[in-house]
């Protein structure tokens, strides 16, 4: 099966086969593809640059695997009424999954961190976002510059050495690991190490010369970690510290 769209740069393909005598089994390959030579249209919402998307699904239901990557390559997004722009945006993110198999948490990054060898490659970047300010009729740069890891391997989704630009300041999500284990939320893991310095709240506010204060600087670090999200019985543990505000 295969749907285009030439008008819109699209392209989706869908091939491989379904079984369902004893039990329901697949073998699926599904390809998506945006490639706009110029900006294209979207109701409100303009949208330029390249998107290769494909996920290989196969196995019983109780076993199944997926393997696959999500590719981008300088997109952009945005919508002049609400002075929205992102971008440009450019990824290659690998995806594995394997369903039934449990895999631990790995040692903690912020262990090795000083160690270059272990960090993994940047694939993940965005220019910059832009959006409506909260005080004004204006468009304000709420991040710059953000690069880092993005993966899905081992049943581990993976945000690693994320960094950017924020109000003046700088965040950097150091990890973001999710266990996503047999997708039973009672085995879902998740571990978090956050910072961010100097961050310029005061930003959002009415322009510097009508603020009546003027110094509204923040700095914290966080470290979360938790296991079970089922509501009644989530077991979350960490510190979150606020050293300057």
Known sequence: LELSSKKQSVNVAVKGWVKTAQEVVVDVITTVGVATKKPAVYGDIVFGGMVDAELHIKGAVESITAYGKLYTKDVTVSN??????????????????SMGKRFKLPFESADVLNIQLLKPKINFSVGKIVAMHPSRNSAFEYM???????????????????????????????ELNVNLADLNPEHIEFRVVFNANDIDIGKLDKPEKLRINKDS??????????????QQSVDISGSINIYKV
Do not use: W
Request: net charge positive; aromatic share 6%; hydrophobic share 45%.
């Open 80 to 97: 002049n009424a609400n002075k929205l722009f992102i971008g440009p945006i450019t990824m290659d993110i690998p995806i594995a999954y």
């Open 144 to 174: 710059k510059d953000l690069s880092g890891y993005v993966g899905c391997n081992r049943n581990m989704v993976e945000i690693k050495n994320m960094q950017a630009h924020v109000l003046g300041g700088t965040v950097t999500l150091k």
């Open 217 to 230: 600087l923040l700095s914290l670090n966080a470290y979360l970690q938790g296991k079970n999200l089922v």
